[in-house]
């Protein structure tokens, strides 16, 4: 069966091998099985019942081990439906086609709750309504985040920032409480006392979150481990420093060492079999030493420079490993490319490499001309 087809239930969805318990006042009420298989509305295999046009959910309420109690209530049950007296074993419930909104999925319930639940009717009685009574408090959790926004739609702008602390501590309530918490009866009842449980449990929540006394704490980790320069944050550039370098043309040769420093990196960065920096996602190399000397203070900004532009890139300082590191993502890895050199820079270098070789040459032919003579 497609691993697609799903149906609405109580409490969520349902879908095949997911246990399940039907809700009182059914004809099968208060039995627990396994779901079979579900059978879409207009497929051959769907079974078209009087009052129900929802998906068919077939469940084999055999899948669970009852007390000798539940299993006699069972028996009674099953004999006034039937009109005869029935055994357990005899009564049609490996196969039993459901509607979705007749059951409650019970997956991964507690081995202790699920016995209790199996020991009698009244037992399961008093489940499925806890779980209707939450299912009614998680619907009027989201109404009043609903209601909530739609508030916010006619603030102005100003207003709006400041509801901001409110507006925060609406959303964490709510997406605590909807996915988190794991209610208690009592604490179900409590808060389905009030209109706006959300607002009831959010107030608290800004009111803590509002005091700084934390803070301190927050703020001294940063301060010891400084580890905010390889997060991702953009660095600040004083606008009057940045006039300042404009003002001041970086060397050509400099810009050129940049060049070549940038296509070592990204050859040793290639070289890599798999991420190496502290956090296994980047790919870290060390920065030449020589080269940010070379460079000074304007190592940074030189090196990134000399990488296709707006690839995001770490540079700082690795910690107990020492030095400085450029660190990038595999997919930055794959995509980044060194800048080319402007055409005349090219010639200049070729020329200088030219320049240099025959320079070499004719040290090795004067060497020579010596030892001859010598």
């Known amino acids: 069966m497609p691993q697609d087809i799903y149906a609405d239930c109580v409490n969520g969805e349902l879908r ?24 879409n509305i207009g497929t051959p295999e769907y079974e078209a019942r009087p009052h129900n046009n929802t998906k068919n959910v077939h469940v084999d309420f055999f899948d669970a081990v009852y007390s000798d109690k539940r299993i006699r209530e069972i028996e009674a049950k099953m004999s006034d439906m039937l009109f005869q007296e029935m055994e357990f074993g005899n009564c049609p419930l490996d196969d039993v086609v459901m509607a979705p909104n007749c059951l409650i999925r019970i997956s991964g319930i507690e081995y202790e ?6 020991d009698s009717n009244d037992n399961a009685i008093d489940f499925c309504n806890s779980v209707f009574r939450e299912c009614r408090l998680i619907k009027r959790l989201n109404q009043n985040l609903v209601d909530y926004h739609n508030s916010l739609i006619a603030l102005s702008k100003k207003e709006i920032i400041g509801e901001a602390g409110m507006i925060a501590a609406m959303s964490d309530a709510h997406y605590y409480l909807t996915a988190n918490h794991v209610f208690s009866d009592s604490e179900v009842e409590y808060l389905l006392l009030f209109r706006t449980p959300l607002e009831v449990i959010a107030d608290k929540w800004y009111e803590r979150s509002s005091q700084l006394n934390g803070f301190s704490l927050v703020i001294s980790e940063e301060f010891e481990r400084k580890d905010a320069v390889e997060g991702g944050y953009q660095l600040y550039i004083d606008p009057d420093l940045a006039e300042l370098r404009r003002e001041k043309p970086i060397d ?6 940049a060049r070549h420093e940038a296509e070592r990196i990204l050859y040793e960065l290639r070289r890599l079999k798999k991420p190496n920096h502290p956090g296994r996602i980047h790919y870290s190399t060390r920065i030449s030493p020589v080269f940010i000397r070379l460079a000074g203070t304007e190592y940074n900004r030189l090196l990134i420079e000399a990488f296709q532009p707006e690839m995001p890139m770490l ?59 010598l």
């Open 252 to 257: 050509e040769n400099i810009q050129q060492a």
């Open 315 to 373: 540079i700082g300082k690795a910690g107990q490993r020492g030095g400085v590191y450029l660190s990038m993502t595999g997919a930055v890895r794959a995509r980044v490319k060194v800048l080319k050199a402007p055409i005349k820079d090219q010639l200049r270098e070729a020329a200088q490499k030219v320049s240099g070789h025959n320079s070499r040459e004719d040290t090795q032919k004067h060497n020579r001309r010596d030892s001859d003579v």
């Open 16 to 39: 095949a091998g997911d246990l399940v318990i039907s809700i009182p006042g059914d004809a099968y009420g208060c039995l627990i099985g396994t779901v079979l298989e579900i059978k």
């Open 113 to 118: 709750k699920l016995q209790e639940i199996t």
